[in-house]
């Protein structure tokens, strides 16, 4: 019976290499895949690109595909990633000249565009904005994209034609493995039930290492062992759907019934009913067993028709938060810090600052849960104490304002404050609407190596 195993190279932009060219070298994969977009990550793509027409994708990629094509000269993986983000045919491009420099040769290189539409966004500004219930037309600020979570249409139409290495933008993050699935298994776009079950092998695969246990540990409740060393996860899968979850030996981390259903879980507002471009999948009655030792079989995912909408995500220019830290010690270091904090509430009303939302956190205190739990559970008197400030404003004037206050605690007391750092963070925030499926136009293009 035919299987195929595919591994997880990357589960967020910024996610460490190593454990993927392990799977590459070690792990026997036919696929490997990198999850690389949150909603917000796109937006920040587009920004990069309005100024460069040649960038726009991922940050890293010159760094992780340096060592993914030499791990490819000895291995013949196919990777399938969405580093693309919001130019995949720059991406292709540059891995095209980065893979010629390293002397492979006989590569087919696919990007898949289609999931941008910001050109016509104007059709939607009367769409219903998920999070908010108004219209997108509600928006306080400068638009900066839109892209919609296509599904494998283009992954599975490069397949077909015989790419070795995918590189697309925003397509739904389980679709980077539902892709090859469909392909290698040829299942019917109709086959909901085979869907399902590809969704939620997607779906477990896509945040690499919170499956073998990265985001499981809880020292003391939930040991993992060697977390410094964890491993990326493998799922290798049947013609039928059913699957094994496993990791490398002689890695970090741990594949359990638990991890694997918190997985399963993370990110899924109901199980019964997830929502993707391909399928809206049903977790509701998946059964997971423990065969041994980080190998756990998976199966009884199931699906329905697609609802026949593209979620898109609409990324735009928000506000500024400007912020200030600085430090408290000794004895009385609590009362500093509160003393500081009311200073400082005195010092914003007298220089009139603008702000939508202001807040103060004592970290280490309150910082998480804020009074109502944390005197709860706080029951000493602390000899450090750390106060930020944050403001949420429209200007980046009335930004630069709340860290210059901070700052001016140092001469202006309370006496003993340390380490004040100030800055301003420039806020994108997404909007999200549903778009019809064919008002999205997929496209494939290949480089040859």
Known sequence: MKKIRIGSGAGYAGDRIEPAIDLIERGNLD?????????????????????????GYNDLFEYRFGKILDALKQHSVKVVTNMGAANPKAAAYKCQTMAQEKGLSHLKIAYVEGDDIGDKLNKYFDYQVIETGKTLNDINGEILSANGYIG????????NNGADII???????????????VYEFNWA????????????????????????????????????????????????????????????????????TETVKEQT??????????????????????????????????????GHKANGYYKTSVGYHDCYI?????????????????????????????????????????????????????????????????????????????????????????TNGPSGGGGAVKNIKDIISIASILVPVEDFHITVGYLEV
């Open 31 to 55: 696929y490997i895949i990198f999850e690389c977009l949150a909603e917000r990550t796109i937006s920040l793509a587009q920004k990069a690109k309005q100024k460069d027409s040649q960038l």
């Open 152 to 159: 494998i249409q283009g992954i599975v139409e490069a397949l």
């Open 265 to 302: 879980l993370y990110e899924i507002q109901n199980p019964k009913e997830y929502f993707t471009p391909d399928v809206i999948a049903d977790f509701s009655k998946v059964q997971v067993h423990q065969l041994e030792k980080d190998v756990v079989q998976i199966s009884h995912a199931t």
């Open 189 to 256: 776009m109709d086959d909901y039930e085979k869907l399902g079950k590809g969704t939620w092998i997607g779906h477990l695969l896509e945040c690499a290492g919170q499956v073998t246990g990265g985001y499981f540990a809880d020292p003391g409740y939930k040991d993992v062992p060697e977390l410094w060393n964890l491993g990326f996860p493998i799922i290798e899968v049947e013609e039928s759907g059913d699957a094994i979850v496993t990791k490398l030996p002689n890695t970090g981390g741990i594949v359990t």
């Open 322 to 410: 400007g912020e200030g830290q600085i430090s408290y010690g000794g004895l009385n270091a609590l009362a500093k810090a509160k003393l500081a904090k009311e200073v400082l509430e005195h010092r914003f009303e007298m220089i009139g600052l603008k702000y939508e939302e202001v807040r103060f956190d004592f970290i280490g205190m309150n910082s998480l849960y804020k009074d109502s739990i944390s005197s709860c559970i706080n029951e000493y008197t602390p000899t450090e104490v750390r106060l930020r400030v944050a403001a949420r404003v429209k200007d980046i004037k009335q930004a630069e304002l709340v860290g210059n206050e901070v700052e001016a605690l140092y």
């Open 167 to 181: 590189i697309t933008g925003r397509v739904a993050d389980p679709s980077l493995a539902l892709g090859p699935l």
